[in-house]
């Protein structure tokens, strides 16, 4: 009962780690090949490496979270309000995580042309 609980909160609430968090991280060959200037280059790089600490950081909160929440599952004593109040917070962790990921493509595409965005995300 406890895994399924587990698996359907993590499912509802979109779980960590989603593909979407992947797009915008870990870019440094495509765009070394893409984007010719080099200042332009570091700085859409410092926005992924960024990104992915702040991703990193995310998904350490997450997991704190979680374990906080099998504890109150484990608790006899707990009522439905402390387990509701563990699962709010892990749905605010994943929308932080989610504007992170949207904050840092709308500063990338601000720094690239439609052919440069292309091409650096053409094989994702």
């Known amino acids: 009962m406890l895994i399924a609980t587990f698996t359907a909160l993590y499912f509802l609430l979109g779980g960590s780690g989603n593909s979407i968090d992947t797009l915008f991280t870990d870019l ?3 765009v070394k090949q893409a984007i010719a200037d080099k200042d332009q280059r570091e700085a859409i790089l410092d926005l992924s490496e960024a990104l992915e600490g702040e991703l990193k950081d995310n998904e350490k909160a997450w997991e704190s979270q979680l374990k906080a929440l099998e ?3 484990d608790d006899y004593t707990s009522n439905p309000s402390d387990f509701e109040a ?3 917070h892990l749905e605010q962790l994943l ?4 504007r992170d990921v949207l ?3 709308s500063k990338m595409k601000a720094l690239m042309s439609e052919a ?3 091409a650096v995300f ?3």
């Open 28 to 30: 440094s060959k495509p």
């Open 71 to 73: 504890a109150i599952q």
């Open 86 to 88: 563990k699962a709010i």
């Open 95 to 98: 929308g932080e995580r989610h």
């Open 103 to 105: 904050a840092t493509r």
């Open 116 to 118: 440069e965005w292309d």
């Open 122 to 124: 053409a094989e994702r």
